[in-house]
């Protein structure tokens, strides 16, 4: 039976540096790292794409969706400020990424949570918050692929050299030796081996710019799975688990833990 090829697009938010606080500190108290966008199947790409161009179409929009000028109403989104065009562009917006034949899947790392659980233990010195973060991301897309008879090809956003480089070394670390953690703290996890990670993940990763439509419809998805770890309340978070356009939405209750968004260090949430 011929495997089915996943893609998973995906984006970063926040400051990977656990002693790096935000400047200025922000009055919704969210202070986190997250790596997060889609997985979608190779054979729905075109499709997804062609709703983004007609999507863009409709509004006549020639410039990226950037998830934050969209959600702060500024840059080339200044005009949102129009309650009447605001409210028909968000229903529209909400409409079309639940329509997409996507899933959405993030980790997020609380960075308050972080530094109280590992500070003390690596001396000062945890670990950058990516290598957390992209290790459980990309092993929970690849245990969903696997468990659908696929293999996982991934493409993300570049973000600079030194960044771009630690990530693929977390990549190559995960295919020669599986995954970072104490496998003693870390069995309920049922972790992949890295025989798992040389069978299910083809190729390397891919660094794509932000123009990249897939790219943006990462971003655009990952902001409402990081604010659901501060206030599920919040509506886009609602209105795609709703829809069950997030990993969480399509899992079994007792899988999320294991296998759903992945939100660390959360303790004094």
């Known amino acids: 039976m011929t495997k089915e090829t996943y893609y998973l697009y995906f984006d970063d938010s926040g400051i990977r540096f656990p002693d790096k606080q935000q400047k200025p500190v922000r009055e919704d108290g969210m202070d986190c790292f997250a790596l997060g966008g889609i997985l979608l199947k190779k054979s729905d790409r075109s499709d997804t794409i062609t709703a983004y161009k007609e999507f863009r179409k409709r509004w006549r929009i020639t410039y990226p969706l950037r998830s934050s000028d969209i959600r ?19 229903n529209d917006l909400n409409a079309y990424l639940c329509d997409i034949r996507v899933v959405g899947f993030a980790a997020v790392i609380d960075r308050v949570g972080y530094n109280n659980r590992y500070e003390e233990k690596y001396a000062g010195k945890p670990w950058w918050m990516c290598k957390t973060a992209f290790s459980i991301l990309i092993e929970r897309a690849a245990k969903y692929a696997s468990e659908n008879n696929g293999c996982l090809k991934i493409r993300f956003e ?10 693929m070394g977390y990549w190559k670390d995960l295919k020669k030796e599986g995954m970072p ?5 870390s069995a309920k996890y049922a972790s992949l081996e890295a025989t798992d990670f040389r069978a299910i993940l083809l190729g390397e990763p891919r660094r794509q710019m932000k123009k990249s439509p897939l790219l943006q419809i990462a971003d655009l998805y990952l902001y409402p799975m990081i604010k659901g770890g501060y206030a599920p309340d919040y509506f886009p978070y609602r209105h795609l688990m709703k829809n069950k356009k997030l990993i969480d939405a399509v899992l079994p209750p007792e ?6 968004i992945k939100y660390s260090c959360f303790d004094n949430r």
């Open 181 to 185: 953690f104490n496998p003693s703290t």
């Open 158 to 167: 570049e973000a600079g050299k030194k960044e771009d480089r630690a990530i």
């Open 72 to 90: 702060g109403k500024r840059g080339n989104f200044v005009w949102l400020k129009d309650k009447k065009l605001h409210d028909a562009f968000f």
């Open 255 to 260: 899988k999320i833990e294991c296998l759903g």
